[in-house]
């Protein structure tokens, strides 16, 4: 339990670090802005989560997409809906996952953690660390 909560810690620390400090708003729902062109997050979004095993479906002119976890993924990868839309200067990014993967507190930490990984390998690759 120690190890899953210094994971946690250092996550959530170095997320911070890298200037996407999260909000939560409940336990299923993530968001984060991003100075950058909306075309440029939201093919960012697609690649993170297609490197990252997951199937995408997506809807450019809307500013959704929804992904399902591939094969690969195993079973405590969330289903997940992405919203991303221009609001004032900045890009939104909001991420919920689908009703039922946070039945238990343990399941919840897990996604939460996974939501938290998307969001700073987002932000590298909008910083240009990684491609």
Known sequence: MKQHVRIISTL?????????ASSTDSTDSW???YLAP??????AVI????DEGYRVNED???GRITAEPGRNRGGLSPSIAVKVVRKGGRVLVDVQTRAGITDSATRG???EVQIV??????ELR???VKD
């Open 12 to 20: 959530v620390i170095a997320c911070a670090l890298a200037g996407c």
């Open 31 to 33: 968001s984060e802005s």
């Open 38 to 43: 909306k075309d440029r997050v939201f093919d």
């Open 47 to 50: 690649d993170v989560l297609e």
């Open 60 to 62: 450019r002119e809307a």
């Open 109 to 111: 930490g897990q996604v």
């Open 117 to 122: 990984e998307f969001f700073h390998e987002l």
């Open 126 to 128: 909008l910083q240009g």
